[in-house]
């Protein structure tokens, strides 16, 4: 795999082209692979062998990139995690993973620093500074290694390790809100499916295309995004390291003119509550991508009007490692997620495990090339999620006769009012089309009688005020947009909701409240 992303494009004259924007300096395609082919040697220097684990906690940045490229030009396996976990979750992934080497920065250091000493099997620690980085106090062990000097007496050029399409190739981490997190193990070819099969014929990614990614690299969807897209079709990517905030995104969209802008709907939202939104320049945006979450109508439409551009939205997952259902450019409809992507197949099917019909709602089944192998170490999960060739998706969904999927909620967030199915989004859909309401999330309460009843968690935009007034509003206008007995009975005002590092709301805990 690591050949289709690098040494094809050089072999092709293409090794000046620019392959990563990053702090306003650019790195070739023949920089990256010299570094990618440095890193190998020091790793294997360093005792990694091919099919180890090593982990990669970094920001996004282009020693990121040439560690991963690294990775996969070696035979080694790179284990990808959340920059934003605690120490404890990285002692948990270091020995569930068995990573020989970890490659970080100061930053994320200082966390691993305190579990140094209740970790099993690392070895060694790979430290990038930033420019003008104080890194002394960080460098007292022998078994830490600054990454220039590591890379600088190593040769560049390495042969690729022979491996082949169902070797392992990475391991990526879930967030792991409800338990530990899980690993979930991918293939070579994995990485081909998604970037032959939708990133060029759905995305028309190509040669002169520049692809942002505010989802990170640790991320499925920030992986393809940010890597495996761009550099499969000789593209290049901006590699933003920080918070990918609305003033942020704009910043470097002007600056950099990517032609692919991915995001999430809680960073559309945002963008678009942002001072003089509509003054920012976004013109050189050829496909806005959403994915992560449901995008809400309301958000599309806001998009399309205040920048006369659609948001091409898409549904995927960490076990499928990128979008499976997607829009098209030209196609898309505001509340779907789109069409299966050529290549996947989809059913919805009941409890039974019995296809329902057109309009129905029920769970979401996909098959397709790039589905994981597994959960590391966690083979009652696999067997449950991973049917064969099939994933359950755990997300509930009904199809129209076009063959459009609508997003209805994850099985666990469907609510049951007088015996009758409720899709919280549906509700959530029709709360946010008030000109109040920034963000909402409905979850199922017991009333007096312990019946389930739906409730409405607001975040109000800036200057607005929650009152009984504004509450009755949102009640009356849910009776007269949808069925009487999906309105909230309560609504509570919240100046956030919880999230998850993806930006996921987090529904379980607004049941507690």
Aim: include cysteine.
């Amino acid at each position: 795999m690591g050949e289709l992303l690098l040494d094809e494009h050089v072999k092709k004259g293409r090794g000046d082209r620019t392959a990563i924007h990053y702090l306003d300096k650019t790195f070739s395609y023949s920089w990256l692979m010299e570094n990618a082919n440095r890193a190998a040697n020091a790793f294997e220097y360093l005792g990694l062998e091919i099919e180890n684990r090593f982990m990669i906690l970094l920001h996004d940045s282009p020693e990121f990139v040439a560690s991963f490229l690294a990775g996969l030009r070696m035979g080694a396996v790179p284990v990808l995690v959340n920059t934003m976990l605690t120490p404890d979750d990285y002692r948990f992934m270091l020995d569930d993973s068995r990573s020989k080497i970890l490659v970080t920065n100061a930053e994320l250091c200082e966390k691993v620093r305190h579990i140094r000493d209740h970790v099993h099997y690392l070895k060694h620690i790979v430290l990038v500074p930033r420019e003008n980085e104080d890194i002394s106090k960080l460098c007292d062990h022998s078994d830490v290694h600054l990454w220039n000097n590591l890379l600088a007496p190593a040769k560049k050029t390495h042969d690729v390790a022979r491996t082949y399409k169902n070797d392992v190739a990475l391991w990526l981490y879930s967030s792991g809100t409800t338990g530990k997190p899980k690993g979930t193990v991918h293939l070579h070819h994995d990485i081909l499916t998604t970037t032959d099969i939708f990133a060029k014929p759905i995305l028309n990614i190509g040669e002169e295309s520049r692809c942002l990614s505010a989802s990170k690299l640790f991320f499925a969807y920030g992986l393809g995004n940010g890597l495996t897209f761009p550099l499969r079709w000789g593209g290049s990517t901006i590699l933003y390291p920080d918070r990918p905030t609305p003033d942020a995104m704009f910043r470097c969209i002007e600056h950099y003119r990517p032609t692919h802008f991915f995001g999430v709907p809680t960073l559309f939202a945002a963008m678009l509550a942002s001072k003089d939104a509509p003054k920012n320049d976004v013109s050189s945006l050829e496909y806005v991508v959403s994915a992560g979450e449901a995008l809400q109508p309301a958000i599309f439409e806001r998009w399309k009007e205040t920048f006369n551009q659609e948001i091409v939205e898409g549904i995927g997952s960490t076990e499928l490692l990128h979008i499976f259902i997607s829009n098209r450019k030209g196609e898309a409809r505001a509340g779907s997620s789109g069409k299966v992507v050529p290549g996947y197949e989809a059913e919805i099917v009941d409890d039974n495990g019995n296809e329902v019909p057109e309009g129905t709602v029920g769970n979401l089944l996909v098959k397709g090339e790039s589905m994981a192998v597994l959960y590391w170490g966690r083979h009652k999960k696999s067997a449950k999620v991973m049917l064969g060739e099939w994933l359950a998706t755990g997300d509930m969904y009904l199809r129209d006769k076009d063959g459009y999927y609508y997003y209805q909620g994850r099985s666990d967030d469907m609510l049951k009012v007088g015996g009758i199915w409720v899709s919280p989004v549906e509700v959530e859909n029709a709360i946010l089309e008030l000109p109040e309401v920034f963000e909402c999330a409905v979850v199922g309460k017991p009333d007096k009688d312990g019946l389930v009843k739906p409730k409405a968690f607001v975040v109000l935009r800036t200057g607005r005020k929650g009152d009984e007034e504004l509450t009755k509003k949102i009640q009356e206008h849910i009776r007269k947009q949808l069925a009487p007995y999906k309105y909230p009975r309560w609504v509570e005002y919240l100046p956030e909701l919880p999230k998850t590092t993806t930006g996921k709301i987090q529904r379980h805990k607004l049941r507690l409240i």
